[in-house]
């Protein structure tokens, strides 16, 4: 598979590389330095974050309020470049091959299978998380946060914000969504033509919800990857995915590519579904005027995977000072409210509100609440734990070969 060949490519590289200027020692010792002293180093410094930006409000927050908050606060200048997931595991293989000195990014915002590979081939600089001031308030005793695709972040991905998977649905078009696997069945059938799911992270973590819900819950696949359950429980996800198929947008022969247009075909009409990796964006998208008023959010009975996304540093990134000093100020009281607002982002926080002082637990209780999303309370109990990340590997793979290239 391809991201496997990637994998032992980039180790040999990064073995072969041997050392280079970002293993010499900088200005000051990271591990033994004084967050005061850590500070001082990043300012004045450029931070280049690598980082999705397919989402409007996301890339305004950054640009227009994180970027000049660090900039005004710390001296320190944040430079935002896109990326993501295996584009960014392809430029440290790029880099080694080159035999460049010090990576091009500072920052990457990861997770998961990404999170995966960086840490097979130790390109991860870590742990470095107990040194940021700030990580004393983040709820580390929850699941969701302190694990990251089966793998304990131990210090080396600082956790940035919690979401859970939901679908999106018009009340007008669908005043009655389906909740389980069979209704969603029934539905398709009786309503073809409006329903279909992103050929991305989104509707894999989609499928993967159906495929634990398959196998009887998460306990089933927890734990390292079982490649005897996988094929077991895949096959009967791509034989119910296959049912549907001929049902789907386009009879199931095409796919939207991302979840943008996915959304997009959703407020046009195309489609009465979409669905959403933050459980609160909905709110969002309606407060935008990009969703109807009538667009409202929910979890299947079977559950759906809640994760959580996070920072990483590259070990071979030059500006590590100014990349621990940005992911500070990212999980700060500050910049965790701004980002709950559905107004903002909507984005769930990683911090335990309990453990703020009071001014800002009142701040958070006053957060405006959501209108069109349930509670997190509510969907809560329906949480699943992400899989291994192997599971997402093989269904991107997976769902190409059984399903898209599958003839009728």
């Avoid at 870590?126 to 929850?142: Q, R, S, W």
């Amino acid at each position: 598979m391809k991201f496997l060949a990637l994998l032992s490519l980039l180790c040999l590289l990064l073995i072969g590389c041997g050392k280079t200027t970002a293993d010499k020692p900088q200005s000051v010792d990271l591990a033994a330095a004084s967050w005061e002293q850590i500070a001082a180093e990043a300012r004045g410094h450029t931070v280049t974050l690598a980082m999705w930006q397919g989402d409007p409000l996301i890339n305004d927050y950054m640009k227009s309020y994180v970027a000049p908050a660090l900039q005004n606060q710390y001296g320190v200048t944040l430079n935002i470049v896109g990326s993501q997931g295996n584009d960014i595991v392809s430029t440290l293989m790029t880099e080694a091959e080159a035999g460049k000195e010090a990576s091009s990014y500072d920052l990457m915002w990861i997770n998961g299978e990404t999170f995966y590979q960086l840490r097979q081939v130790n390109a991860l600089h870590g742990p470095f998380v107990e040194k940021l001031p700030n990580a004393a308030m983040i709820d580390f005793g929850n699941r969701f946060i302190n694990t990251d695709f089966q793998q304990p972040v131990e210090g080396y991905e600082c956790p940035w914000g919690n979401v859970q998977l939901a679908i999106i649905y018009d009340t007008v078009r669908a005043p009655i969504p389906p909740r389980t696997r069979q209704q969603l069945e029934e539905y398709v059938k009786a309503h073809p033509g409006t329903f279909t799911f992103d050929n991305s992270f989104t509707g894999m973590t989609f499928l993967k919800s159906l495929l634990i819900d398959i196998a009887g819950g998460e306990q089933q696949l927890a734990g390292p990857f079982d490649s005897a359950k996988y094929a077991t429980y895949s096959a009967q996800l791509w034989e119910y995915i296959n049912r549907l198929k001929p049902y789907f947008w386009k009879e199931g022969k095409t796919y939207p590519a991302a979840v943008a247009p996915l959304h997009q075909m959703f407020a046009n009409g195309e489609v009465n579904f979409t669905m959403s990796n933050n459980d609160g964006e909905v709110d969002n998208k309606v407060l935008q005027g990009i969703f109807p008023a009538t667009a409202r959010a929910y979890v299947l009975d079977g559950g759906t995977i809640q994760n959580s996304h996070y920072m990483g540093i590259p070990k071979r990134s030059a500006q590590k000072a100014g990349a621990m000093v940005v992911c500070n100020f990212l999980i700060s009281p500050e910049a965790q409210l701004r980002k709950l607002d559905p107004n903002v982002w909507g984005d769930g926080t990683v911090l335990d509100v309990g453990r703020l002082p009071d001014e800002w637990q009142q701040k958070f209780r006053n957060v405006p609440g959501r209108k069109y999303a349930p509670p997190r309370q509510q969907i809560q109990p329906k949480a699943l734990m992400e899989l291994a990340p192997e599971y997402m590997i093989r269904l991107f793979d997976d769902f190409r070969r059984n399903v898209i290239q599958k003839q009728s």
